[in-house]
């Protein structure tokens, strides 16, 4: 199974990243729903940017669902990519999320 963490890092002001803010909650959201992100936050300090773990789909797909983010579609974040082939995981993660299943 391969997971990834997508680590997001601001490269504009903090005034220019607020007014991006509900976008980018709704965007994460919208991901948690399907089952596509497992866990999101900011990372410490804060003003760095913040981190993703995603499951579900490969390197692809988080590669056009990164582009979806309003913060990267202004211009205002970048992102790392880091897939993991997970050779271990907790059970509940055995389900795959709603956007990865074919059936």
Known sequence: MELHLLLLRYTASPDAIAEHIPGHVDYLE?????GTFLASGQTVP???GGAIV???VDRRRIAEIIAEDPFVRAGLAAYEIVTIDAARVHPDLAEPPAEGRTS
């Open 30 to 34: 919208r991901h948690h729903g399907t």
């Open 46 to 48: 804060a003003e760095d």
């Open 54 to 56: 995603a499951r579900g």
